[in-house]
């Protein structure tokens, strides 16, 4: 085998290695960690209290009506 | 009842602030890359007409060897793939590990070394090549001394994203992380795997045109896919207020791409000297592909579901949801791409370059502009200036692509069933694509118009001409401060003192 052969193989053989195991590693360690646990908090974990569910957060500039399906953009409002 | 609004009221303010924080932290890098990619997408989009143009115009700009075809076509390919789209794709990562992980920027002085870095290497490749040092291997046609800040650039975006990565305050890794992750693990091994066996101890034989087509189809489905479906997993449900259909299905979408995209780039060297074997086993992982794409799609189509009218009201929504309708009609139509059958008649035709560009500009590029036109406001405070101008940008995109696309793969079809027809002379099929071609520039000058339209609308921000939001629909909410607050002298999120309303 010459030199560019061994090269070839050793980073294919290499690749193989790495980068498998870090799947193995990465999805053991997903388990381990509860992140298949609850998928349902998984989905709402981009929300917060500020850009709840239910709540639009992007509009054109100029909007300043409502949807049709009368959904309120968030306004600040204090009840008092 | 009071006091539970009061509660809740304080709630969203603690909320509302960190959010504020994490994003001004993200402010200086996050443009920095922004800017930049934008910077090489007009680049690209000149570049782009000029090769458009020069395929049905022949003597359009002759004379000079700087702008012949093969060498801007080149040019072109670097300055929006690695200018343009790996500039944008690492600003996204940037920002979504922040608020996903909910810890602020650090490091910001890497991520700025690692932007000159990557835009310097950029350069060197596009100016490179055009003027001559090319080294005529697809994708990989930047000059050789380019490589290292390629390499470097995106190991210290790598790097930054472990490191904040180990420090997030959310526990719970969302998909879009997954695919964060992901994307800038793979692409770093790609690149340096690719450039080894190809230019620096290179490889013999038909190994450099199957690692060449490896790292050219997993650019594409390692780095940039993974990155703009995380983009859409985060973009869609937040602007609707909606969480994912499925979470099930968007974790087993991403795991199931980890699996067989790899496998699928041999399938453009079908009919060439490779081992049948390979060819044979890239087209079953692109037949695999269906299942994180339908994920994907189903997923996507139920969370929109009831809520299509929005498409209306929000600019972000609006390119993303049209991206992610691109991501699943270029994936669908790539599997069927990778059957010989097929293959027979689009292989080396323009279809190939119609589907190339659905898959880049439709579904990659698109989502982007969807990303920018949400979190650019975000972290600079300052509405867009011109809901018109962010129109013409949305239709000039949409319609630009939709011709690029319609024309190529009509015209390329054709084009593939005459060059397998012995009794057609070659000179009639290059008459025949001639109108097709046409319509390639006019799609392509469509779609400048619209980037200059972005340009504009993203230099009046920066520049600090676009107005203030105080009230209204949210592009971001300015929260008034409880009247309890813990936070004595706190300010809102553009920075003025807060008002209780």
């Known amino acids: 085998m010459e030199s560019a052969d061994i090269a070839v193989l050793l980073t294919v053989v290499g690749s193989i290695i790495c980068f498998g195991g870090a799947a193995v590693l990465a999805l053991g360690w997903a388990f381990r960690n509860g992140q298949f646990d609850n998928f349902q908090r998984g989905a709402l974990s981009i929300f917060d209290a500020d850009e709840p569910v239910g709540e639009p957060t992007d509009f054109f500039p100029d909007y300043r009506g409502r949807t049709p399906d009368q959904d309120q953009p968030h306004h600040w409002t204090r009840e008092t | ?501």
């Open chain 2, 1 to 501: 009842m009071a006091v539970s609004v009061l509660a809740r009221d304080e709630l969203r303010w603690q909320a509302a602030q960190e959010r504020v924080t994490i994003d001004r932290s993200c402010r200086g890098p996050v443009l920095a890359f922004c800017a930049t990619a934008l910077f090489w997408l007009l680049v690209g989009s000149f570049l782009a007409l000029v090769a458009s143009t020069k395929l049905h115009s022949p003597y359009f700009l002759t004379g000079s060897p700087t702008w012949t075809f093969g060498r801007v076509r080149m040019a072109h390919l670097q300055a929006v793939a690695l200018g343009w789209s790996s500039l944008a794709a690492m600003a996204a990562c940037l920002w979504l590990m922040c608020r996903l992980a909910r810890v602020e920027l650090v490091y910001p002085r890497m991520l700025y070394l690692a932007c000159t870095l990557w835009n310097l290497a950029t350069a060197l490749a596009v100016i490179g090549i055009l003027l001559g040092d090319g080294t005529s291997v697809e994708w990989l046609d930047a000059p050789t001394y380019s490589h290292p800040f390629f390499v470097a650039g995106v190991g210290l975006v790598t790097a930054w994203v472990v490191a904040t990565f180990r420090r997030r305050r959310e526990q719970h890794v969302y998909v879009t992380q997954w695919y964060i992750l992901a994307a800038v693990f793979w692409f770093p091994w790609l690149y340096t795997v690719a450039t080894l066996m190809i230019f620096w101890t290179p490889a013999t034989g038909v190994i450099q045109p199957i690692v060449n087509w490896w790292f050219n189809h997993n650019f594409l489905g390692l780095w940039l896919t993974p990155i703009g479906v995380g983009i859409a997993y985060y973009i869609i449900p937040k602007i609707l207020g909606r969480p994912i259909h499925s979470y099930y299905l968007s974790i087993t979408g991403f795991w199931t791409l980890a699996l067989f995209y790899s496998w699928a780039g041999m399938h453009h060297l079908i009919g060439g000297p490779i081992p049948a074997w390979l060819a044979t086993a890239s087209t079953v992982g692109s037949m695999m592909m269906f299942i994180p794409v339908i994920a994907v799609a189903i997923n996507h189509h139920m969370t929109m579901i009831g809520h299509f009218h929005r498409l209306k009201y929000s600019p972000a929504l609006r390119f993303t949801v049209f991206g992610a309708i691109a991501y699943t009609a270029v994936s669908f139509q790539g599997s069927i791409e990778s059957l010989k059958d097929f293959s027979e008649v689009a292989h080396f035709t323009h279809y190939t370059v119609g589907h190339a560009h659905l898959g880049v500009y439709g579904f990659l590029a698109m989502i982007l502009f969807g990303l920018y036109y949400y979190m650019i406001p975000r972290l600079t405070g300052r509405e867009w200036y011109s809901s018109k101008l962010i129109r013409l940008h949305f239709w000039c995109s949409a319609i630009g692509i939709t011709l690029y696309f319609t024309a190529l793969s009509i015209g390329g079809w054709w084009q593939g069933r005459m060059l397998n027809n012995p009794n057609v002379p070659f000179a009639n099929i290059v008459m025949y694509v001639q109108p097709y071609l046409a319509l390639r520039t006019v799609a392509g000058i469509l779609m400048t118009i619209g980037h200059i339209a972005f340009a504009t609308l993203f230099v009046i921000n920066i520049a600090g001409w676009g107005r203030h939001r105080s009230s209204g629909p949210t592009l971001f909410s300015q929260p008034p401060l409880p009247l309890s607050s813990p936070w004595p002298g706190a300010t809102n999120i553009i920075g003025t003192p807060s008002t209780h309303l």
